[in-house]
């Protein structure tokens, strides 16, 4: 399965997210790994376990999001209510 937040990962990979907000229940509803392109995740491993490939990678979306803004110093805030950021899909992210 490919990442449905791809916008928000390479706004993040690129340092252009001030905050990010993230719903608190985002690791029960994405359990498994999702496919994200290389270049959004050099630091995962891909299929051969290695990291010099541009081949997709597998990575868990919510501990990559929260990756991500920690490496670019956007904070991070977890929303407790899942309701508010259901129609983004439970992320959301302000921009600098």
């Known amino acids: 399965m490919r990442s449905r937040y791809p916008s928000t990962?390479?706004?993040l990979v690129n340092r252009q997210v001030?905050?990010?907000l993230i719903s608190?229940?985002?690791d029960e509803t994405h359990p498994l790994s999702e496919e994200v392109e290389a270049i959004l995740a050099p630091e995962s491993p891909d299929a051969e376990g290695g990291a010099a490939s541009e081949e997709p990678r597998s990575a868990s979306l919510p501990d990559l999001l929260?990756?991500?803004a920690?490496?670019?110093a956007a904070s991070v805030t977890f929303i407790e209510d899942a309701a508010?950021?259901?129609a983004?899909?439970?992320v959301a992210a302000?921009?600098?």
Do not use: H, M, S, Y
């Open 94 to 96: 302000f921009l600098r």
């Open 88 to 90: 983004a899909g439970g």
């Open 24 to 26: 608190a229940t985002l």
């Open 84 to 86: 508010l950021l259901e």
């Open 9 to 11: 990962l390479e706004a």
């Open 18 to 20: 001030d905050e990010l």
């Open 70 to 72: 920690k490496q670019t």
């Open 66 to 68: 929260v990756t991500k």
